[in-house]
């Protein structure tokens, strides 16, 4: 079971806003660890989409954001289009775990 | 541009091993921690291993603590994992990835495509 929860799926219609959000606690987010966002296209690899939880890599459209407060997360694609469609994953670090955790993922659906 | 390719999937019975290799490119290999992570079928992700840049330190996921060992070439700018007493449970894609910099809490900024493995017999 992943410590770091985020919502199985979300939709939504071309050009609207949707938001993603990842949970997690205090050994993990809450203790300051930077939370970071990958996007997997079907039938392949994860892509870093979101790093140091609100920085794009180079070739990210502006349309991914990231945010934290407190113990989450959220990932927000606006202007949503087609080729959005993916599983989405968060990414943190647990200090009592000493180890990276990811949330369980989040399938965003383009109406 | 940065080049991970595993190879060395492939269908083991269970209680067998594998040995999984990662041949990078387009960057300095040695400069550069990095990992090990697998996708079981429909399944999310889950991190299983960290080899520094030396390949002096080296963190497991309780999950293959004991089964998995990861090690390093920087002459031949790869990367392995040694799996042994494998499960059906460890059936899924493993991907290596670059740590950004030498710290657990940065990111992933580079991936593999994956090899499969299946446990099975």
């Known amino acids: 079971q992943s410590v770091l929860t985020q919502p199985p799926s979300v939709s939504g219609a071309p050009g609207q806003r949707v938001t993603i959000s990842c949970t997690g606690s205090?050994?993990?987010?809450?203790?300051?660890?930077?939370v970071h966002w990958y996007q997997q296209l079907p039938g392949t690899a994860p892509k870093l989409l979101i790093f140091?939880?609100?920085s794009r890599p180079s070739g990210v459209p502006d349309r991914f954001s990231g945010s934290k407060s407190g113990t989450s997360a959220s990932l927000a694609i606006t202007g949503l289009q087609a080729e959005d469609e993916a599983d989405y994953y968060c990414?943190?670090?647990?200090?009592?775990?000493?180890?990276?955790?990811f949330g369980g993922g989040t399938k965003v659906t383009v109406l | 541009q940065v080049h991970l390719v595993e190879s060395g999937g492939g269908l083991v019975k269970p209680g067998g091993s594998l040995r999984l290799s990662c041949a990078a490119s387009?960057?300095?290999?040695?400069?550069?921690?990095l990992t090990w992570i697998r996708q079981a079928p429909g399944k999310g992700l889950e991190w299983l291993s960290y080899?520094?840049?030396?390949?002096?330190?080296?963190y497991y996921a309780d999950s293959v603590k004991g089964r998995f060992t990861v090690s390093r070439d920087n002459a031949k700018n790869s990367l392995y994992v040694q799996m042994n007493s494998l499960r059906a449970e460890d059936t899924a894609v493993y991907y290596c990835?670059?740590?950004?910099?030498?710290?657990?809490?940065?990111?992933?900024?580079?991936w593999g495509q994956g090899t499969l493995v299946t446990v099975s017999s």
């Open positions: 387009g960057f300095t290999f040695s400069d550069y921690y």
């Open positions: 990414q943190s670090y647990d200090i009592s775990l000493n180890g990276v955790l």
């Open positions: 140091a939880s609100n």
């Open positions: 205090s050994s993990n987010i809450g203790a300051g660890y930077d």
């Open positions: 990835a670059r740590l950004s910099f030498g710290e657990l809490w940065s990111w992933f900024d580079s």
């Open positions: 080899i520094s840049s030396t390949g002096e330190t080296k």
